[in-house]
């Protein structure tokens, strides 16, 4: 494969082309708090086992994009310890009992630093993979991700990771406004609810790709050869 050339690959709602030295791997909050048993989101009854059937798909596609030195970058969604990035509408709106910035099983919840705020160990970064820590749900809000990007001749993006139809969605939209073009691989993204995952799934790739595309990281692997 060289990573100069474009290289075109199956997907929803048609092919999507791309130049892999062009396009980053995007991976969104993938951190304990929302995967791991006994984390923030299963203290809120989720089921994370819907969650952690991303982290094979995801692991073999970073080892891949490594493999042939292709761009990665990470987020975290969180906040700093003092909260003063915390809109006072994002820390009540939930009315749970526990709210962010308070004690949880891991810490402090979505708080930098705190151990739940972490990349789960199966994919973490390398030291040259920009993380970028973000206080909202899309990853170009309040951050210097697209300065890195534009920085790094980035024009298209694989997004991965979690939720679906909250951070992975918000950030493809956003992203699409800024003029990059996004494949979602359907099987390194997911939700705890099934019904929105199908629904965002079907959000991005409507009316001719309004958002970008989806497809498979099987088609994507292939092509990487
Ligand atoms: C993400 C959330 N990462 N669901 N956050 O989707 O609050």
């Not at 891949?64 to 310890?81: I, N, Y």
Request: glycine share 10%.
């Amino acid at each position: 494969m060289n990573p100069q050339q474009t290289v075109s690959i199956a997907a929803e709602p048609y092919a999507f082309a791309f130049v892999p030295a062009c396009c980053a791997l995007l991976i969104v909050d993938m951190q304990r708090d929302f995967l791991e048993p006994g984390g923030f989101g299963e203290s809120l009854g989720n089921d994370v086992t819907l969650l952690r059937r991303t982290i094979a798909p995801i692991q073999k596609l970073l080892a891949a994009w490594r493999a042939h030195g292709l761009q990665v970058m990470h987020t975290r969604e969180g906040h700093r310890p003092d909260l003063m990035d915390l809109p006072p509408a994002k820390r009540h709106r939930g009315r749970g009992t526990r709210l962010i910035g308070d004690p949880g099983p891991m810490g402090r919840i979505l708080i930098r630093g705190e151990p739940g705020h972490e990349i789960i160990p199966q994919l973490g970064p390398l030291p040259a993979e920009p993380v970028i820590d973000k206080p909202g749900k899309g990853a170009f809000y309040a951050t210097d991700l697209h300065a890195i990007l534009q920085n790094r001749s980035i024009r298209q993006l694989i997004v991965t990771g979690v939720t679906t139809e909250v951070c992975v969605n918000t950030t493809v939209r956003e992203a699409n406004d800024r003029g990059y073009d996004c494949l979602v691989p359907a099987d390194c993204v997911d939700s705890y609810f099934p019904e929105f995952h199908a629904a965002g799934l079907a959000m991005i790739k409507a009316q001719d790709g309004i958002f970008g595309w989806v497809s498979h990281s099987d088609k994507i692997l292939a092509a990487l050869g």
